[in-house]
């Protein structure tokens, strides 16, 4: 690509995970990489030499020579870091959470809308090959249920677990159940750190709909997992094997097609199971979602996962702790 088509990009905080923003960048044709910023300066020369950058050491420079900024701090620091890369005219990608408040997100949103500047935000499931090959089925859920379980990492605990993790899947279920929210349960508990560890919510969606989320951050063992129940149909996501399988049943008897079965249920009314095992496709989840902002800032496009939707995530996540705290 010749070099005054790229988009002039930098990434703000490398620590664990702007380390492969700067590495997924450095991938991407339309990314110009001009450069990092770290607050600790030891880390910001560390991820300099490795990925052979240029160090800014202030940075209001590198957001003075930027088009778009990938901002990977800690999310209290999501908002002050946003508002100035919007004041420079940056196009901005903020990790997940958006901010730690509705009222900033709110606030980076109206910044956006008059600077003519994208938001888009590191909700990365949405990504996940996994999830992306449900394609254009039509999903229209009566019951969802989510576990996401992760072994404990001292990194993440200065938000609750609702807006570490859970928040991911808080994203999905409101990228699948289009409605809107009748009624929120949740219970949470702080097991191992100052805040909540380990959380259950139960939403309860205008259409009958119902999200059963539980997420924990003490676990042994790993898990991403999404099941949709609906008329006809069971589908599950494994967005950590990447995997997906889908029962669909019918009175008539389905062909088996590739990688797939039929199942008869004997009963008041014969029933066939057509399972499938969908081909999920290879791919890097933070190298698509990358070159989807960068994409989006070249064709003027709303990304997928916009500051809107992410503010609408964030707000759900919230009434769920507060619904924890009481
Ligand atoms: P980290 O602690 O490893 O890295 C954060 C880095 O930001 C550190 O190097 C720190 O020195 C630097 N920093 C702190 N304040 C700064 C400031 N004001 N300006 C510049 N640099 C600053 O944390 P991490 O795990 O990389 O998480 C960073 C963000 O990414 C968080 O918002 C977190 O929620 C998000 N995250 C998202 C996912 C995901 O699945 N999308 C996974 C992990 C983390």
Known sequence: MNNSNRIKVGVIGVGHLGNFHVQQLKTIPEADVVGIFDQDAGRLAEMADEHSVKAYSDYMDLLKDCQAVSIVTPTNTHFDVARSALDQNCHVFIEKPITQTVEQAKQLLEMAQARGKLI????????????????????????????????????????????????????????????????????????VSDSVDIANARIEFENGCIANITSSRISQKTMRKLRIFQENAYITVDFHTGTVETYDVSESEPAAAENSMVFTIEGKRKKHILYQKPFVEKGNALRMELAHFLNAIRESLRPAVDGHSATEALEVAIRIQNSIDG
């Open 120 to 191: 888009q935000v590191g909700h990365i499931e949405q990504f996940n090959p996994a999830f992306l090959a449900l394609g254009d089925r039509k999903i229209n859920p009566k019951f969802i249920e989510c576990h996401r379980l992760a072994p404990f990492n001292a990194r993440g605990t200065d938000v609750p677990v609702v807006l570490d993790l859970m928040i991911h899947d808080i994203g999905i279920i409101l990228s699948l159940v289009p409605d809107r929210i009748r009624d929120i349960r949740a219970s949470g508990v702080k097991v």
